[in-house]
């Protein structure tokens, strides 16, 4: 008999249902303690009232937020002697389970409002003009690092897939099962980069082989690794962080 | 001139707006700052962390969804109350006149219990104190810009010394605040009728003090 359920079969399904209890408890947990304190009488159920209240006040910082940034303010840069060594891992699981790539079978798949829909090679992102810079990564827990991150301008990229540029989002979903999004005016910044190097070497696997977004003007969470996929879209695409209330926008 | 028949009377202490601007802005700092100790637990700057009852947020989405949802009303209140204490003369009334001298005199007066207490109007301690938490207020809310939008501002971050010494400088702005907060909370304890008169706005005074000097 092979009537055995292995959970693991199950498992990014129940990932799903266990990120959609999280984020309904997730502000609301949070909220019952702010409750007692500022809302006499307050229990779960005003706790409803508080999360939404909650998520109303982060979209409407997502709105002041992408109306104050700069298209043309740059991220301060640094020189080489301020890179942070060894550059900290960072993801939503431990070292060890970082994806192993295949470089010479990995393509990046492109879909939504673009021209051009041809899955890219590693050669072929390599012949691309590439720019590199040294900028400061700073995470939502509050720490920050220096890195040297090199590869193809974003801007350039969506220009050759003939990208809608009109549209209001790019979309990533990655490799690690990790996926993000953000509006068009920062993947437009002439600092965005789509990243196939750390320091002088390609991205090893902690950083996010074969291919990371580098978005010096957002937190470190924006950053998405192990890019497998790429879309053009006018319907909002969330993330891993954004949908358990991290705030989309998140720029610095 | 007529004695007043009652025994006691009342005297204005603390304007509407004064009252109404500490009471939002109590509940925006409660809010800030236990948000604010949440999202330091998840990368402390010291070798410590805040207990879990003394946050809010319950993780570090939930924290910083309060902090900048807060924000909002602290700084809201906070421009309002400015306004009002430079527009108005409460500030010069209030807070002044402020030096060195007075402070040291009411200090020895305080510590050797001789200090005199004219009802609706600060020692010089007090003004200093007062004077020293709204300037902390402005770091903080300079400071945690300087956070929130280091590419954006990175003016204002590079004033305070780039990004991470703006952090420890929110910290430290934070711990001032907070000690203030424990002083403020002691005094109203030892004396709970400047807690009616932050509500009521008046203040009673005995009549045979009536004519105390200034």
Redesign the interface.
């Known amino acids: 008999m092979s009537g055995d359920i292995k959970l693991s079969d199950h498992s990014p399904a129940l990932r799903r249902v266990e990120r959609r209890l999280h984020r309904r408890g997730?502000?609301r947990?949070?909220?019952s303690?702010?409750g007692l304190?500022?809302l006499t009488g307050c229990n779960l159920s005003d706790g409803d009232t508080v999360d939404r209240?909650?998520?109303a006040?982060?979209r409407f910082?997502d709105k002041v937020q992408s109306w104050?940034?700069?298209p043309d303010?740059?991220?301060?840069t640094f020189a080489e002697k301020d890179i942070t060594t060894p550059f900290p891992f960072n993801a939503f699981y431990s070292e060890d389970s970082t994806p192993e790539i295949d470089g010479d079978t990995w393509k990046l798949e492109v879909s939504g409002l673009v021209d051009d829909r041809t899955p890219w090679t590693l050669s072929r992102l390599r012949s691309l003009p590439q720019e590199s810079q040294i900028t400061?990564h700073?995470?939502?827990?509050?720490?920050?690092a220096i890195g040297q991150w090199s590869g193809v301008p974003f801007r350039t990229f969506l220009q050759r897939i003939g990208a809608d540029t009109r549209a209001r989002y790019v979309g990533f979903r990655c490799a690690d099962r990790y996926y993000s999004s953000i509006d068009m005016a920062t993947a437009l910044h002439p600092q965005t980069i789509l990243a196939l190097d750390y320091g002088k070497d390609p991205l090893p696997a902690e950083y996010g082989f074969p291919l990371k977004l580098r978005v010096?003007?957002k937190l470190g969470f924006k950053n998405p690794k192990h890019i497998a996929a790429l879309f053009v879209t006018n319907d909002y695409p969330g993330g891993w962080?954004e949908d358990?209330?991290?705030?989309w926008f998140s720029?610095? | 001139m007529t004695h007043d028949p009652e025994p006691i009377r009342f005297v204005a202490v603390h304007p509407l707006v004064v009252r109404i601007t500490h009471w939002l802005n109590a509940?925006a700092m409660?809010?800030m700052i236990?948000s604010g100790w949440?999202?330091?637990n998840?990368?402390p700057?010291f070798p410590f962390t805040f207990p879990r009852?003394a946050?809010?947020?319950?993780?570090?989405?939930?924290?910083?969804?309060?902090h900048?949802?807060a924000m909002?009303l602290l700084v809201a209140n906070a421009l309002v109350y400015f306004a009002y204490g430079l527009a108005g003369r409460h500030f010069l009334r209030a807070f002044l006149p402020l030096t060195p001298r007075l402070v040291w005199r009411d200090l020895l007066d305080a510590l050797t219990f001789r200090l005199k207490h004219t009802v609706g109007a600060y020692n010089a301690v007090q003004r200093l104190a007062y004077v020293v938490v709204l300037l902390l207020g402005l770091l903080a809310v300079a400071s945690g810009l300087s956070l929130w939008?280091?590419?954006?501002l990175?003016g204002l971050a590079?004033l305070l010394g780039g990004?991470?010494v703006a952090?420890r400088i929110h910290f430290l702005a934070m711990a001032g605040i907070v000690a203030f907060i424990v002083l403020h909370l002691t005094l109203v304890a030892l004396v709970p009728r400047t807690l009616v008169s932050m509500i009521t706005g008046r203040a009673r005074i005995p009549a045979s003090h009536a004519e105390v000097e200034p």
């Open positions: 997730l502000l947990g949070g909220l303690l702010g304190t500022l209240l909650l998520w006040m982060s910082n104050l940034f700069d303010q740059l991220a301060p400061r700073i995470c939502i827990e509050g720490w920050s010096p003007t962080w358990q209330g991290y705030n720029g610095s | 509940i409660v809010c236990m949440q999202i330091y998840a990368s700057l009852w946050t809010l947020g319950g993780w570090l989405g939930g924290a910083i969804a309060w900048l949802a909002w939008k280091p590419v954006q990175h590079a990004y991470e952090r």
